[in-house]
């Protein structure tokens, strides 16, 4: 079935870098735009970063610019967040998502926590 | 950057009761609006998309309405499976509302 698997996550200093990956499944990966979203513990949602299909136009939210970079690799169906520079407000649970036309997400993983705390 | 808001924050409703939930674009974003649901330790589940467009497999009672600034998103009759919490988004800048929880009476 279509699944989406996030992996990566774990408690890291401030400053510190951590990676990480959706394993996508069920179907074409490489024609969806995907995306990260997270959510700080008790807070609401907040979009943090897209990808196109074919890798050519990535987005990111202000609050990561400069410092988290998203990558995919179509072969291995797999999207990736690379987070660096992380602060104690990076805490949250990472969702990836499939992005629809519409510009809503109608697939999501099921979320990695990222603790960010000395 | 446009802001979204969601009224009301939370809404204690009964089984079979008609729940109404509204949206507010800070500016105008045409049709280009999403809700979903989700519940505690959950991902969210998309309900509706493009303001009024029901997702596959999402129960008929859900429906969305509105365009321009001001979204509604209405269950008509509340199931117990529909306490949660909702999130409306903003496709522009994929902005989300700050949510409104649906707990029972």
């Known amino acids: 079935q279509v699944q989406l698997v996030e992996s990566g996550g774990g408690l890291v200093k401030p400053g510190g870098s951590l990676r990480l990956s959706c394993a996508a499944s069920?179907?074409?990966?490489?024609?969806?735009?995907m995306s990260w979203i997270r959510q700080a513990p008790g807070k609401g949602l907040e979009w943090v970063s897209y990808?196109?299909?074919?890798?050519?136009?990535?987005n990111y939210a202000d609050s990561v610019k400069g410092r988290f970079t998203i990558s995919r690799d179509n072969a291995k169906n797999s999207l990736y967040l690379q987070m660096n520079s992380l602060r104690a407000e990076d805490t949250a649970v990472y969702y990836c998502?499939?992005?629809?036309?519409?510009?809503?997400?109608?697939?999501w993983g099921q979320g990695t926590m990222v603790t960010v705390s000395s | 950057d446009i802001q979204m808001t969601q009224s009301p924050s939370s809404v204690s409703a009964s089984v079979g009761d008609r729940v109404t939930i509204t949206c507010r674009a800070s500016?105008?974003?045409?049709?280009?609006l999403a809700w979903y649901q989700q519940k505690p330790g959950k991902a969210p589940k998309l309900l509706i998309y493009?303001?009024?467009s029901l997702q596959s497999g999402v129960p008929s009672r859900f429906s969305g309405s509105g365009s321009g600034t001001d979204f509604t998103l209405t269950i008509s009759s509340l199931q117990p499976e529909d306490f949660a919490t909702y999130y409306c988004?903003?496709?522009?800048?994929?902005?989300f509302g700050p949510g409104t929880k649906v707990d029972i009476k």
């Open positions: 998502a499939r992005k629809l036309t519409y510009d809503a997400f109608d697939i």
């Open positions: 069920g179907f074409t990966f490489s024609d969806y735009y």
């Open positions: 990808i196109s299909s074919s890798s050519s136009y990535t």
């Open positions: 500016q105008g974003i045409s049709s280009w």
């Open positions: 493009a303001a009024s």
């Open positions: 988004q903003q496709a522009n800048s994929f902005t």
